[in-house]
């Protein structure tokens, strides 16, 4: 015979039920209808209209989710577990913002973060071939940050370079009034935004943003084709079974799987 606690675990935490898909998937429908009533409430005539019934409505499906949420600790095998796990973490700060709001009134618009929630729907339809996939590029992602970080700082010193430039060059009457207002510029010039808010009135000017632009459109395949090639080559070990560990940082591999720091750098190994 099933205690409570253990009923209230298989329905809250498990979809292999007919009343555990049920509640996920009323779940999420209640999910979708709070971030709605949020993304409405924003609309300031809607709002002045009924500002009762958004009120009610923020509170209602906070009260909903606070008792899920207290469901979840109770029901939990180890509550602990849950409460400092991802899907943990979100259905706790789900609920804050609405109390936040006591204090900070646009603090409910942060109820948004719900939408996080969502994100069960990948163990309600059984997605979780999926996520295989994500550590995919959870993986690449984090074998090309070092890349990344180092693109990034070449493209900070850039757009500092032809800032400062474009300032020596260009006079106020310009927009470009000061080093940092030059370099607000550059950057919006170099990522191909072009607000047209500033521009240059001379000839010399006119070069640089010609040649800022130009290397703008140069550098977006950068980034591109590291994170490309870190897929690839992560794809390629998987395909292949490759046992070896890879250093994050210099790409070093090692055969030895006891290694925690790589024998060429010294960072520590995954």
């Known amino acids: 015979m099933l205690s409570i606690r253990e009923k209230l675990y298989i329905i809250i935490f498990r979809t292999n039920t007919r009343p555990g898909k049920n509640f996920d998937v009323l779940l999420l429908v209640m999910i979708l209808f709070s971030v709605g009533v949020v993304v409405v409430e924003s609309v300031q005539p809607w709002y002045e209209a009924h500002p009762g019934f958004f009120l009610s409505a923020e509170w209602f499906f906070t009260a909903i989710f606070t008792i899920e949420y207290l469901l979840r600790i109770y029901s939990h095998p180890r509550p602990l577990k849950y409460m400092t796990s991802f899907l943990g973490i979100i259905d706790l700060v789900a609920i804050l913002p609405t109390f936040f709001g006591l204090l900070y009134e646009q603090a409910n618009f942060l109820l948004t973060v719900r939408a996080f929630r969502l994100l069960r729907v990948f163990r ?20 090309s940050l070092f890349k990344i970080i180092i693109f990034f700082e070449v493209v900070l010193v850039l757009v500092l370079f032809m800032g400062t430039l474009m300032y020596m060059v260009e006079s106020p009457e310009s927009g470009f009034t ?3 207002q030059s370099i607000y510029w550059a950057i919006v010039t170099i990522t ?14 006119k070069i640089i943003a010609s040649l800022a632009m130009l290397t703008g459109y140069s550098i977006i395949a950068i980034p ?28 070093h591999a090692t055969e030895d799987k006891k290694d925690k720091f790589c024998s060429r750098c010294g960072t520590k190994l995954d």
């Open 178 to 180: 000061s080093i940092p």
């Open 192 to 205: 191909t935004v072009g607000y047209g808010d500033i521009a240059p009135a001379t000839v010399v000017g």
């Open 124 to 143: 309600i339809l059984k997605l979780t071939r999926y996520i295989s996939e994500a550590e995919l590029l959870a993986t690449a992602i984090r074998n």
């Open 224 to 251: 591109t084709g590291i994170f490309t090639m870190e897929i690839g080559k992560t794809a390629g070990k998987r395909k292949n079974g490759d046992a070896k560990r890879y250093c994050p940082s210099c790409n």
